[in-house]
Structure formats: structure tokens, C-alpha cells
């Protein structure tokens, strides 16, 4: 059988699963172009605590600059 | 489609996507400085009636009740947070009309360059050229950068970075990501020992071999035309071992004090390659610095949280220039 290429045989595989890319109890408001959460109105960004983008990318593997499609 | 009288003229466009949290700083901060700005989301176009007049440049949308004209006359950046490779991930679960439709909004992004007035954050056709490692190495080590021994190949040898360097890193010559079935396979930079190269294993694809940097700190630079925000990144106080992405839930982010000639060279960086935002790798390894990689559509919302750059303003700044 043939060999996969090494860098193949490093990567991390990992299920993909359906990530809710939503932040929690937000609407996305398209006037505004940004998020606010439903129950104060408030924009998601400008709300203490908000659930971030925490790391890097928001651990969603796209690459650096989210070249997906 | 005709204008109305009534249609809103912004002076910034943001081209992204609906779940890029990322654009939402930018907006919250446009808002406070209230420059009228249209955020774009491609996945959402079809939900507006949207025309282009390439000759007359004039971009006009409908949605919501509400009209939108976009000329070179009023419009006074752009800040693109798009894809500009569009990559073959395989495994791909959409319908060919919902392909269809990717690609062809995906165009028409691109096609808005035609606003070549604009202050582009950044130029789509730049970022195209900067995205390329060898090209981001080359512009790097011309500028001053120390820059490790590379190689890109597809026939690595235990010497192929001559006889000093026995760890060495391994990367993707491009992001490595790909789907197979229900899972996602996702390639970070390893390090291996170079006797281990075994080069009957690599013809298929070319890699990057780099010597690798042990014992280094690393720093995430965020250049936006002459503003310069650093970070380290360690983990419970000290440096990571390999790639720290790897770790992300357990790395701390400071802000880092980079030497003004440092921080000089990231600027002149930036601008070499045609751009004005830039996430540049650093890695301090024995006093010194060296280059790693640059990112220019790079991510840098964590670091508003996490290190307290405040990079989210300067790129306002920049954009309502």
C-alpha cells in the first residue's frame, strides 16, 4: 500500500460535526451588519462576558483567514 | 435600478461574512465614530437585489426597504475579509447550485476592486501575491528579517538544510486542510528529527522544511499601517514548545514590547508586499527575531480580549481615514 505523505500522516483528524456558528441568544440585525442579543437588544460586541472569539480563529479550522468558501 | 434620492451612501464597505465576529468590532467602532459604512455578507446577497455599472463604477443595493449607492466619488475604503483562494477542501457536501452560487457571489466580491480608488484593507490582488510563503520569505529576508533556513520541496534529505540543523520544522506549503467523510483533518507545523527524513515518502506534494527554533517565544505582531500591536503567546508563563496553536485553550496572550527596529521592519513588511494590515509570526529565540510567516488576512479579534490591543480601533481609524 502506498504511503501517505507525512504531512498527511501528522494531521490532526478530528470529527467535523455541525458547528452553530450563532453566538448565543444573538440575532444577526443585517441594517446594523453585526450581532445583538435578543434579549437586551444589546450588540453581541459591545456586551460584557460575551462568549468570544476566544483564541485564534474561534477554533474553527479554516486556515488563518477563513479561505473557505 | 434606478437611485433614489434617498439611498444611503457609505464611505466604508465591509466585504464578509455573517459569522465573521471578527466585522462586528469594526462595526461597533464605525458606529462610535459614526461613518456611514454597508457590511456585505456574500452568504447574504441573495437576500438583497444588488446591480453593478462596471463602466460608470456604481454599485447599487436594495434590501429591507432601505437603497444603497456605492461610487468612487463617496466610497472611501473597503476593508476584505473574503476568501481570495477558493479551496478544493473535497468532501463537499453541497448541492452544484449551492456551489454554483458560492463561486459566483464569491466573484463578484472580487470584481468590486474595480473601486481602485479605495483604501483596500487590503487589495485583493496584494493579498494574493502576500498569501505565498516563498514570496513572504523572500520580501522578509530582503528587508533585514532573520529569516530560519528554508527549504520547499518534495525530496527533503537529512542534510537538505545543511549539517547544523537536526530538529527541523514541517509545514504545508498552503493551509493543510482537508474533509474525508464526517471528519476534518487539519495540519499543524510538527517537528521532527532530520535523520528521520525519508524522501521516497514526500514526491507526492511539496513541503516546507524549516530548521527549526527551540526554545523561542513567540509573538503574534499586528501591523495596520503605522500602528504596530505585539503579543507573546506562552502557556502557564512560558514559551511553547511547538506550535501553539495546538495548545489554544491553554496559551496566555500579552502585550509584548517589541524593539523599535523590530517593529520598523514589520511596518516596511507590510507595505513591501502592497499592504496595509498585516498578522505577522514572530518567534524571539536567543535574543533575536526572527520571521516566520505573515497572515494578511489575518485573525486578531482574540487579542482585543485577550492581550487588550486595541486593534479593533486602529482599524477603524484606518478604514474612516
Given amino acids: 500500500m502506498e504511503q501517505q505523505h507525512p504531512l498527511l500522516q501528522r494531521a490532526q483528524r478530528y470529527p467535523r460535526g455541525d458547528v452553530d456558528l450563532t453566538p448565543p441568544g444573538c440575532r444577526y440585525d443585517e441594517a446594523v451588519g453585526a450581532w445583538r442579543v435578543i434579549q437586551t437588544g444589546a450588540l453581541w460586541v459591545e456586551t460584557p462576558n460575551r462568549e468570544g472569539p476566544r483564541t485564534k480563529k474561534n477554533d474553527i479550522e479554516t486556515g488563518e483567514d477563513q479561505k473557505g468558501q | ?321
Avoid at chain 2, 507545523?189 to 507526492?204: D, I, N
Avoid at chain 2, 509573538?219 to 514548545?241: L, Y
Wanted: net charge neutral.
Fill in chain 2, 1 to 321: 435600478m434606478t437611485v433614489t434620492p434617498e439611498a444611503e451612501q457609505p464611505n466604508v464597505l465591509l466585504l464578509a461574512g455573517r459569522y465573521d465576529l471578527t466585522c462586528d468590532y469594526v462595526v461597533a467602532n464605525l458606529r462610535r465614530r459614526s461613518v456611514p459604512y454597508l457590511r456585505l455578507n456574500t452568504e447574504d446577497f441573495a437576500n438583497s437585489a444588488v446591480e453593478l455599472d462596471p463602466v460608470h463604477r456604481r454599485l447599487v443595493i436594495e434590501r429591507d426597504g432601505r437603497s444603497y449607492c456605492v461610487t468612487p466619488q463617496t466610497l472611501r475604503s473597503v476593508l476584505f475579509r473574503r476568501p481570495v483562494f477558493l479551496r478544493d477542501y473535497g468532501d463537499d457536501h453541497r448541492s452544484p447550485s449551492e456551489r454554483f452560487s458560492c463561486l459566483q457571489w464569491a466573484a463578484f466580491v472580487r470584481n468590486l476592486m474595480l473601486f481602485s480608488e479605495a483604501r483596500w484593507i487590503n487589495d485583493p490582488a496584494a493579498t494574493y501575491r502576500a498569501e505565498h510563503k516563498a514570496v513572504q520569505l523572500s520580501v522578509a529576508a530582503q528587508i533585514g528579517f532573520t529569516v530560519p533556513q528554508t527549504r520547499i520541496t518534495n525530496a527533503p534529505h537529512p542534510h537538505s538544510l545543511g549539517d547544523g540543523s537536526a530538529q527541523i520544522a514541517i509545514k504545508g506549503l498552503d493551509t493543510v486542510l482537508l474533509r474525508a467523510g464526517g471528519d476534518e483533518m487539519f495540519g499543524f507545523t510538527t517537528f521532527e528529527s532530520s535523520e528521520k527524513l525519508e524522501p521516497k515518502h514526500w514526491r507526492t506534494a511539496p513541503a516546507t522544511i524549516q530548521a527549526a527554533l527551540t526554545n523561542k517565544l513567540d509573538v503574534r505582531v499586528t501591523v495596520i499601517e503605522d500602528r504596530v500591536f505585539a503579543a507573546s503567546i506562552t502557556t502557564n508563563g512560558n514559551p511553547v514548545v511547538e506550535d501553539w496553536r495546538q495548545h489554544k485553550r491553554d496559551v496566555d496572550f500579552h502585550s509584548f514590547d517589541l524593539p523599535p527596529d523590530i517593529a520598523q521592519r514589520c511596518r516596511v513588511l507590510v507595505n513591501s508586499l502592497g499592504l496595509r494590515f498585516g498578522g505577522i509570526d514572530l518567534a524571539m529565540c536567543n535574543g533575536k527575531f526572527y520571521f516566520l510567516e505573515i497572515n494578511p488576512t489575518g485573525e486578531w479579534a482574540w487579542l482585543v480580549d485577550a492581550a487588550g490591543l486595541p486593534i479593533d480601533e486602529a482599524l477603524a481609524h484606518a478604514l474612516s481615514r
